[in-house]
């Protein structure tokens, strides 16, 4: 089976692109879908120095293009960045919720190791900030098992917060306590997104200007500066809702190592799902499926987490960064709380976590997330890191986990600097 590697990635500024009329409540449009994929999609075919000719397939992973933009059939507009080169190319969009871009990595890969391709381009998508909150709820709602959950009224923080719960039972956690361990980890992605220019709330946003870089800062806001959302989780505990969209070129490892001075490959992948509601799940304290992908990619690449030099986890709520920790191995089961409160993960850490900010700082535009943890890893892994840089030097194994839904897609993939 043929290895693959990332020759080429871009991560466009990710924000809320709007300009919102404050007497009508007019929302315009500052930076559009088709606007953010161009720009991903360009910036990363030059990153990767390799003509557009060479492309022989594209994936585009968005999850709810049509609800938050009107515009679905995304896939085919990744032909407009270079319309003479890439007419006629297969062109799809994959949709996995939050995991839509990793799935769209999976697929573009498993098309390199079936032989048909040598060089594919990856986009992954979302303009969310057109919608206002009710419509976004609604929109990320239909990532739920509608029957029980979304058409019942559930949220996407109220999924979380059942974990939330199960965590705080089955370790007999205090309110406090755990309160206090949620905003060590939230504060840790303020920390390391202020440092990220292309951060949603990065430098002179709102977790720099009330410079909320500890747990204490986040706790001693006033109750209406951090409200609860879906008790036991605030708004602090929140991703953010983002624009943005980044891009991976991805080739054939011995194409890479004959064009690249620096190669850094999948190592290993790891894909499963869980049942799609809450309620059909056992164990709502960890993350079993996601342990399972961990398992599924470690073995692949023959690693263990000790072996990890950096990793980017999926914290849509800081519940479940303290869950992807564990599941990642990095702190034992109902341990990640505690090690978040002794500041571990930190850039200094031997493996730190999120070094961009997450999805907590960094933000998430779910299409575009698991693409962006990529992108991310990737300029860390050459030396070249966008934001803060792990401390004990540049990172040569490397992993992503992003989940879609509920927990219930789940993607790991182990990244390896080969040259
Ligand atoms: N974290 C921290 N601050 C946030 C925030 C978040 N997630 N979302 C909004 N804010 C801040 C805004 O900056 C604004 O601050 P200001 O008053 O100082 O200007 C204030 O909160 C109000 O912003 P607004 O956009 O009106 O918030 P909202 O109530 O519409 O949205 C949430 C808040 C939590 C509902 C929204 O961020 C959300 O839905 N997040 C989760 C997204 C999600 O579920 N993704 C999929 C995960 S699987």
């Known amino acids: 089976m043929a290895g693959t590697c990332i020759v080429g990635a871009y991560n466009t500024q990710f924000g809320s692109f709007i300009q919102k009329n404050k007497e009508t409540g007019e929302i315009t449009d500052t930076k559009s879908i088709y606007q953010l994929m161009d720009e991903a999609i360009r910036g990363a075919v030059e990153d990767s120095g390799m003509a557009p000719e060479e492309i022989d397939a594209i994936w585009v992973g968005s999850f709810a293009p049509a609800l938050f933009t009107n515009q679905d059939h995304i896939g085919p507009y990744a032909l407009e960045s270079y319309p003479e080169a890439f007419r006629f190319k297969p062109a799809q969009r994959v949709e996995g919720a939050c995991a839509s871009s990793s799935m769209a990595i999976l697929n573009a890969i498993y098309g390199i190791e079936s032989g048909r391709y040598k060089t594919v381009l990856v986009v992954g998508v979302e303009k969310m900030n057109l919608l206002k909150s009710a419509g976004v709820t609604h929109a990320l709602a239909g990532a739920s098992f509608w029957p029980t959950e979304g058409g019942t009224g559930m949220t996407f923080p109220g999924l979380f917060a059942e974990y939330a719960k199960g965590y705080q039972k089955k370790y007999g956690f205090g309110d406090e306590q755990l309160r206090r361990m949620l905003a060590s980890a939230g504060a840790l992605m303020?920390?390391?997104?202020?440092?990220?220019?292309?951060?949603?709330?990065?430098?002179?946003?709102?977790?720099?200007?009330?410079?909320?870089?500890?747990?204490?800062?986040?706790?001693?806001?006033?109750?209406?500066?951090?409200?609860?959302?879906?008790?036991?989780?605030?708004?602090?505990?929140?991703?953010?809702?983002?624009?943005?969209?980044?891009?991976?070129?991805?080739?054939?490892?011995?194409?890479?190592?004959?064009?690249?001075?620096?190669?850094?490959?999948?190592?290993?992948?790891?894909?499963?799902?869980?049942?799609?509601?809450i309620a059909d799940r056992e164990n709502m304290h960890e993350l079993i499926a996601a342990k399972k992908a961990v398992a599924q990619a470690f073995g692949e690449a023959g690693i263990s987490s000790k072996d990890l030099k950096a990793v980017e986890v999926h914290d849509c709520f800081t519940i479940n960064q303290l869950l992807c920790t564990e599941a990642l191995g990095l702190s034992e089961d109902g341990g990640a709380g505690r090690d978040y409160v002794a500041g571990r993960f930190s850039p200094g850490d031997a493996c730190p976590v999120n070094l961009s900010g997450g999805l907590k700082a960094k933000g998430h535009p779910v299409g575009a997330t698991g693409a962006s943890m990529h992108v991310l890893l990737y300029k860390q892994m050459l030396g070249k890191p966008i934001g803060a840089a792990r401390a004990a030097g540049v990172p040569d194994v490397t992993a992503t986990l992003n989940v879609g839904g509920s927990a219930v897609t789940n993607s790991v993939t182990v990244l390896r600097r080969i040259k």
């Open 190 to 277: 303020y920390r390391n997104g202020v440092l990220n220019p292309l951060a949603h709330f990065g430098k002179g946003g709102p977790s720099d200007k009330y410079q909320l870089f500890t747990a204490d800062a986040i706790m001693g806001l006033p109750e209406e500066k951090n409200p609860v959302v879906a008790a036991p989780l605030r708004l602090h505990d929140c991703s953010l809702v983002t624009d943005g969209a980044a891009a991976l070129v991805i080739s054939r490892t011995d194409i890479a190592m004959a064009r690249k001075d620096a190669v850094v490959e999948f190592a290993g992948l790891g894909h499963t799902t869980e049942r799609m509601a």
